[in-house]
């Protein structure tokens, strides 16, 4: 397996480094490491540079969708893997990789479970809340898989590029991809390590808010599970994600943390369904949503 290591960073000179050298430690090493740096403003590019990687840098922001399509193109490797800049991977993420690759031949993709690397109400709200369906659990298929850590057949991703935002681009792309035949494989075994450096309250809820928008982007976007919240609104006030959280919380052996965490996963989300219907007036204003775009549209 030939594998590009593809890290999208924005101002994020204090941890692109650790993920670099992440990165290049793994015991199937990687063809390349390449760091995008997202016209940052502080030392990123040093910072990734020492640490070993190639630096590709634009001079406008291009956002973490627009970053990845940079590195997409500049990469040769017959593996896609893409690492978030706050993120560490574990030393066998590669080889993990390979060996379920070569294992499932419908598997366009392989990503693993996510552990807080910022202990404490903050940094577990953000795991929960945002990454509860890969905090444990058993080797399966998904329908989605966050792209802080995941690694795609470049023939399965083709022509699909991500949406230039922040916003979902992830969770488009990967459905994107899906549209086009294959299955994502799940393996708990890989454990990334997210260590997300702005964590505080008004953080905590303005990442919800953005989440609540992505819920309706996608489900406009793409036939993934929950689409009926487009057509009948109402139901996102029966919290069925905040349900799901607290069921996979006790299936992982949690249940007393999401007891104490119950008013603050409460609180995230009342602010994803104040996203959601921000991106339902957003919708009926405008009409659409920018959609994944082809590699030769991105070019023209």
Known sequence: MRASVIIPCRNGERVVGEAVRSALAQSEPPLEVLVVDDASADGTSEAARSAGARVLRTEARRNAGGARNIGIEASSGDVLAFLDADVSAPPDWLA???????RHPDAVAVGGSVRSGRPGRWGDLDLYLNHSEWIGGSPSFKGLIPTLGIAYRREAVGPVRFVETNLGEDASFGAAVLERGGRL????????????????????????????????????????????????????????????VVARMTRAGRAGRAVRLFPWLFAGEVARIR??????RQFRRDGDFERPADAREARA
């Open 275 to 280: 996203g959601f219907f921000e991106a339902r």
């Open 185 to 244: 494989w799940y393996d708990p075994g890989i454990v990334m390590t997210h260590r997300h450096e702005r964590l505080d309250r008004a953080t905590f809820l303005e990442r919800q808010v953005n989440a609540g928008r992505t819920i309706y982007r996608t489900r406009v976007l793409h036939d993934r599970p929950g689409r009926i919240l487009v057509r009948y609104p109402p139901l996102v006030f029966l919290f069925p994600h905040l349900w799901m």
């Open 96 to 102: 993990r990789v390979a060996a379920a690759l070569e």
